[in-house]
C-alpha cells in the first residue's frame, strides 16, 4: 500500500510540475514570405524594385526609323520582394489592448540602391472597444483596408490603385459593428512629391531642376489630413473617403538683375492638392469582387500620374503661385477559387489637365510650360491583366499575362489645362510566373 502511495505522489508531483514548467504562449508572431519572380517584358517601362514594379510603359522618344527605342523585349528573375514581419501581443495600457506590427522586405531605395533591408511597416495599435489608435508607419489610408486588388504584379494594381505607406497618426471610431469612421495625419517617407530642388531663373530652364522629395510636405508644416467612412455587412463593403494636401514647392524664388545680379525672396507659397476616394467590394463563398475610383489632385506620392504647374509670375521677384493637375483612376478586380483561381483586373486613368490656366514662359506660337511631378504629360493609361493562379498549402504559383498601355502627349502644350495637342502610345505586354512560400 504504502508502495502505491508513493507511486502515485510521484504522479502527481510530476503532473504538477510539467503543468507549473509549461511555456507561455509567445507575444511574437513571425510571418513572412520567399517570392520569387520571372517575367519578361516588350517595352520598358517606368518601374522600381529591380523592375518587378512595373507602372507603365516609359515612353523615351523614336528612332531615325521612328521606331520607339524603348520597345525592346527584356527579362528578370528576381527574389528581393521577400518579406519577414512579428507582430507582437503586448500589455493593456490606458484600457487599451496594444499591439505593435514591424515589417521588412529587400526592396531598399527603390530608385538608387533596391536591394536593402527597408521598412514596409512599423506600427503600434491602441484597440479599445469602439476605437482604435495608430502610430506609426502603415498603408496611407487611401489603400482602403483590405479593398485591393488580388493581382500577380507586384504593382497591386498601381497606377489605378493608390500606392503608398506613409508615418501617420490615424483613429477609428465604430459607432457599431458595421460602420467605421476614421481620421488621419499622414507625411511623407518612401512615397514623396516633387518641388524644385534649385531655382537659378524664372525661365523653364532655370526651374529645371525639379525632384522628389519628403522636404517638400514638410516644408509647408502641414500634414496630410484624410477622413473615410466605411460599411461593412460581412459580405459588403462600402466606403468613401477625402484628402487635403499641401507642400512648399520651393523655399525662395529668384529674380534677376541687370543680367548678372541675382537676387532671392523668401516663399511661402502652397501647392494644395484636394481629393476623393470611393470603394467597394462584395465576397461571396469563393468569389470576390472589389472596385475603386479615385479623383485627386497632385497624387504623385500615391504613385498616379499627375502632379502641378506654375500658374503666374512676379517678375520682380520670381515669385511664383500653381495650380494642381486633376487625375481620374479606376479599377476593377474580380477573384474566383480557392486552391485553383482565376483572377481578373481592369483599370484606366485619365489626365483632366490643370485647374487653372498655366503661365506661358515662351510665346503664343512656341508656349513653354514648367510642369513638375509623375509624368504629367501623361494623357491616359489602361491596364488589362487575367491570371491564373495555384495555391497548395504554403505555396502559391501564379501566371499573369498583364498589357498596360500609355499614352504620352506630343507637341504644343495647351496653356489653358496642360494637355497636348496630339499624342503616341506606348504599350508594353508582360507574361509573368511566381512563386510565393509562405512561412
Known amino acids: 500500500m504504502k508502495k502505491i502511495i508513493t507511486v502515485l505522489l510521484l504522479f502527481c508531483s510530476i503532473v504538477i510540475y510539467s503543468q507549473e514548467t509549461k511555456p507561455k504562449e509567445s507575444p511574437f508572431e513571425f510571418y513572412g514570405f520567399i517570392r520569387f519572380e520571372a517575367f519578361s517584358d516588350s517595352y520598358k517601362g517606368l518601374n522600381a524594385a529591380n523592375e518587378q514594379f512595373f507602372l507603365f510603359p516609359l515612353f523615351v522618344g523614336v ?121 488621419a495625419l499622414v507625411s511623407e517617407f518612401q512615397y514623396k512629391s516633387y518641388g524644385f530642388s534649385r531655382i537659378d531663373s524664372v525661365c523653364p530652364k532655370g526651374l529645371a531642376f525639379c525632384d522628389k522629395s519628403e522636404s517638400f510636405s514638410r516644408n509647408a508644416n502641414i500634414p496630410e489630413m484624410v477622413v473615410n467612412i466605411e460599411m461593412n455587412n460581412g459580405r459588403f463593403t462600402l466606403g468613401a473617403g477625402a484628402s487635403l494636401k499641401y507642400i512648399k514647392p520651393t523655399l525662395y524664388t529668384v529674380a534677376i538683375v541687370n543680367k548678372n545680379e541675382v537676387k532671392k525672396y523668401v516663399t511661402d507659397e502652397l501647392v494644395q492638392a484636394v481629393s476623393f476616394v470611393g470603394y467597394t467590394q462584395y465576397a461571396k463563398k469563393m468569389f470576390v469582387i472589389r472596385a475603386k475610383a479615385v479623383l485627386g489632385q497632385n497624387m504623385a506620392h500615391l504613385n498616379i500620374p499627375g502632379g502641378y504647374g506654375v500658374k503666374s509670375v512676379d517678375r520682380t521677384t520670381g515669385a511664383m503661385t500653381y495650380t494642381p493637375y486633376n487625375s481620374f483612376t479606376t479599377f476593377i478586380n474580380a477573384v474566383y477559387g480557392k486552391k485553383y483561381q482565376v483572377g481578373f483586373f481592369g483599370g484606366y486613368m485619365k489626365n483632366l489637365g490643370t485647374t487653372d490656366a498655366l503661365y506661358n514662359f515662351g510665346t503664343v506660337t512656341a508656349p513653354a510650360t514648367v510642369t513638375p511631378g509623375l509624368m504629367p504629360q501623361i494623357a491616359s493609361i489602361y491596364r488589362i491583366a487575367p491570371a491564373l493562379a495555384v495555391n497548395i498549402s504554403k505555396v502559391r504559383l501564379v501566371a499573369e499575362y498583364e498589357i498596360t498601355s500609355a499614352r504620352y502627349g506630343l507637341g504644343s502644350i495647351s496653356t489653358s489645362d496642360g494637355l497636348y495637342k496630339s499624342s503616341v502610345d506606348a504599350t508594353n505586354h508582360r507574361i509573368q510566373l511566381m512563386l510565393v512560400y509562405l512561412f
Open 63 to 183: 528612332d531615325a526609323n521612328g521606331k520607339h527605342i524603348n520597345q525592346t523585349p527584356t527579362y528578370n528573375f528576381s527574389s528581393m520582394a521577400s518579406r519577414l514581419g512579428v507582430r507582437i501581443i503586448g500589455p493593456e495600457i490606458f484600457k487599451a489592448k496594444t499591439s505593435a506590427n514591424v515589417e521588412a522586405d529587400f526592396a531598399g531605395d527603390l530608385a538608387s540602391n533596391p536591394a536593402m533591408l527597408r521598412v514596409r511597416q512599423a506600427n503600434a495599435v491602441f484597440n479599445w472597444q469602439r476605437s482604435m489608435l495608430l502610430v506609426g508607419q502603415t498603408w496611407h489610408p487611401f489603400w482602403s483596408g483590405k479593398v485591393f486588388p488580388t493581382v500577380g504584379g507586384l504593382n497591386t494594381g498601381a497606377p489605378f490603385q493608390p500606392f503608398n505607406r506613409s508615418p501617420q497618426i490615424r483613429y477609428d471610431y465604430r459607432p457599431d459593428n458595421k460602420f467605421i469612421l476614421s481620421a
